[in-house]
Every structure is written in C-alpha cells, then in structure tokens.
C-alpha cells in the first residue's frame, strides 16, 4: 500500500512539473497577449483622441486593426488632420499604412499648411504612395502649382483605365480559313472482263453450187 502511493505521488509531481513547463493555453495567449491587434489598436485609438465607440467600431471591423492603428496615429501626429477625421479613411482603406504616409507626404511638401481634400486624395488612389510622388514632384519643379491642382492633375491620370485587348475578336475582322482544294483520287481504268470468243459451230457450213 505505501509502495503504491509513493508511486501515484511520484506520478503526480511529474505531471504537475510537464504541466508548468508548457505553454498556456491559446486562450490565454489571447486574452493576456500585449500583442493582441484588436487591443494595440484601441489603446492607440483612444490615446489618439478617438472616441471609444469609433475606436471600437474601428477596430473590430478591420482585418489588420494595428495597421488602421497605425494610419490614424501617423496623419493625426505628423499633420493638421485631426484623428477623429482620419478614421473612416483609414477605416476604409486597402492599404492604411501606405495612405498615411501619402497623406503625411503630400502634407509636409507644404510647409505644414492645411491641404484640403488630401484625404479624399489619397483614400481615391489605387496606389498612395507612388500618387503622393506624382504630386510632390510636380510641385518641387513647377513653384506656382497649387497643391489641390497637383493633386488633380496626378489623380486624373494616375486613374485612366488603359486600353486593354479585347478578349474578343471582332466580327469583320476575322480571319477567313485557308481551305486546301479537295484532293481527288486518280481514276482507274475499269477492268473489263474480256468476251469469250464463240464456240465454233460443229454443223458443216452448206457446199454452193
């Protein structure tokens, strides 16, 4: 009996010492993560000035919460636009961080003077960045050039759709086929069976007077 509880005591220590070296649990790597995106992004959020039911909204709607995080705090800290303002553009953005900086970009290219309609912009391009570098190099090279016509003239071209080949051709132009003259098989002579000459005839052919 004593042998027998000195074992299962034994056996316990060992599992309880298994157990404390293994990681917790995924929930509460979760819960107790500073990592957590979903949390990084409120804290942020709110230190920003964001109210904690947009924070909120925000930041469960978003499929990379730190990166929306990260637009609203960047435009909010380096620019005159405040967070409240910036969030529904980051919000809705493909690439926030990448729109942040168009918008922070084209901002500090003003000598930090307000540029209205930046967000707008920047939110409008399919590429931020390489936009926000159509609209500061106009701008280096070309003094009297507004920031809001830059911006206009970079978005009206940068947007053109290009003209695709149809994945279709035309009815008139198509292509007739080159048909090939029929080959027709060289005429054979028709075999014909030859006639058989006639029996010459037994009977005696009558004597003239």
Do not use: H
């Amino acid at each position: 009996m004593g042998k027998t509880i000195y074992l299962v005591a034994g056996s316990l220590a060992i599992a309880g010492w298994i157990g404390s070296n293994f990681p917790a649990t995924g929930a509460e790597i979760v819960t107790d993560s500073l990592r957590n995106g979903y949390r990084a992004c409120t804290a942020r959020m709110l230190n920003s000035g964001v109210s904690p039911e947009a924070a909120a909204r925000a930041c469960a709607g978003a499929l990379y919460p730190k990166d929306v995080a990260r637009c609203v705090t960047r435009i909010e800290g380096q620019t005159e636009i405040s967070a409240q303002d910036a969030l529904a553009t980051c919000t809705q953005a493909r690439r926030p961080i990448e729109l942040s900086r168009c918008v922070v970009g084209i901002s500090e290219n003003s000598q930090g003077q307000p540029v209205p309609g930046v967000l707008d912009f920047c939110g409008r391009s399919l590429l931020p960045i390489r936009y926000a570098e159509c609209v500061v190099g106009l701008r280096r090279e070309i003094n009297e050039l507004a920031p809001t016509q830059a911006m206009e003239t970079c978005i009206s071209a940068g947007d053109r759709p290009l003209d695709f080949a149809p994945n279709f051709i035309p009815q008139g132009q198509l292509q007739q086929p080159v048909t090939s003259p029929a080959l027709t098989a060289p005429a054979t002579p028709e075999q014909t069976a030859p006639t058989p000459d006639a029996p010459a005839s037994d009977t005696p052919t009558p004597a003239t007077p």
